[in-house]
């Protein structure tokens, strides 16, 4: 009889499929929250040093605050990049509109980033700067090879001279598109037990590369492609997957007991995403409201790692003054990146 009262009770809950249309959601501003999480994780090596522990890095066996920070931002795109695909079922239309997302605000962070070092701090010759400042430019365009600093800038920070460290995660969240892309051609999308196969193949490179050092590319695609391809599956079978906080509060209950275990990373990516979608999805309208403001978080992650070095150039050694200082400097970058850039475009 509880048996049939438990499932009973799951058959009633909402399905995310009965959420998925429309943007009455919560997820701008969970992105906003993560991108400001990724902020406070970096003002500690920043304001510190390199080496410095970052926030829940004890807690999660190194996986720090901004690191699941950014599994949110992978986990939700995941979904919401395989919705696109599937219900533009245009190629073109849909790189173009991801190209959209994606570069103007990249270029007008690093052209103001370039401009602004080079009137007023930059200590290298005009010269030896505008070379090495096409350099930035170019290879942080072409995003897959990153270059950090530029010459006689942020040279006696704590961290080092890296201008924009947050850069390194948009390659793969390209790769990551290009994953779904693929997906797509082949029918995965909408074929749930071709794409259960994709995802095995998948979670066994991931698998070997948590057994087997492999080079730092494949895993760190493996790392951040683990919480997209979740928020892919979340998708796929988006008409099977019930919202529960009880759900959520047992899955982070099983993440607790496999802390000490290999799995912990993979059970901590699957109940995280869980969790994320439940709020993501749940009915709250003052959150809702958010909405109507903008999607403030990508202008908030790519402006929040040079900002931050900054007031670290001007003696700053305590994290929390940097995060005090830098947050409301970063708001109106990203404020101003988009009204005036990414929604534009």
């Known amino acids: 009889m509880s048996r049939e009262i438990t499932l009973v009770g799951i058959s009633n809950l909402p399905r995310i499929a009965d959420r998925a249309d429309g943007r009455d959601n919560n997820f701008n501003l969970i992105r906003m929250l993560a991108a400001m999480g990724v902020l406070v994780s970096h003002a500690y090596p920043i304001s510190l040093g390199p080496n410095t522990p970052e926030p829940l890095s004890d807690i999660l066996s190194g996986t720090t605050l901004g690191m699941i920070c950014v599994m949110v931002f992978f986990s939700i795109s995941g979904f919401f990049i395989s919705r696109s695909f599937e219900q533009t079922h245009n190629i073109k ?32 010759l005009p010269k030896i700067f505008w070379l090495g400042a096409s350099e930035y430019f170019m290879r942080n365009l072409m995003l897959f090879f990153p270059k950090y ?27 990551c598109y290009l994953g779904v892309v693929l997906c797509g051609i082949l029918g995965l999308l909408g074929r749930p037990a071709a794409f259960a196969v994709w995802l095995m193949l ?6 070997v590369a948590q057994v087997q050092p ?58 995280l995403t869980y969790g994320i979608f439940v709020l993501g999805y749940t009915r709250l309208n003052p959150l809702e409201g958010y909405n109507r403001l903008g999607d403030f978080s990508y202008g908030t992650y790519v402006y929040s790692f ?20 830098a947050f409301p400097a970063v708001l109106i970058c990203a404020i101003l990146s988009w009204f005036f850039v990414e929604k534009p475009a």
Do not use: K
Request: proline content about 8%.
């Open 306 to 325: 040079p900002l931050q070095q900054l007031i670290a150039s001007f003696g700053v050694v305590s994290p929390l003054t940097n995060i005090a200082l």
């Open 149 to 175: 600093p530029l010459p006689g800038v942020f040279e006696a920070n704590p961290f080092g001279p890296a201008i924009n460290g947050s850069l390194w995660t948009l390659n793969y969240e390209v790769l």
């Open 214 to 271: 492999l080079h730092s590319r494949f895993e760190n695609l493996a790392q951040l492609g683990l919480p997209f391809s979740i928020g892919m599956s979340f998708w796929v079978w988006r008409s099977i997957i019930p919202l529960s906080w009880p759900l959520a509060a047992v899955a982070l209950v099983v993440v607790a007991l496999l802390r000490p275990t290999p799995v912990f990373d993979f059970a901590l990516a699957v109940a």
């Open 93 to 124: 239309y849909f790189l173009r509109a991801r190209a959209l997302r994606l570069f103007p605000a990249l270029v007008i962070v690093l052209a103001v980033t370039i401009a602004v070092s080079a009137i007023f701090f930059t200590s290298a």
């Open 202 to 207: 998948f979670l066994l490179l991931y698998a």
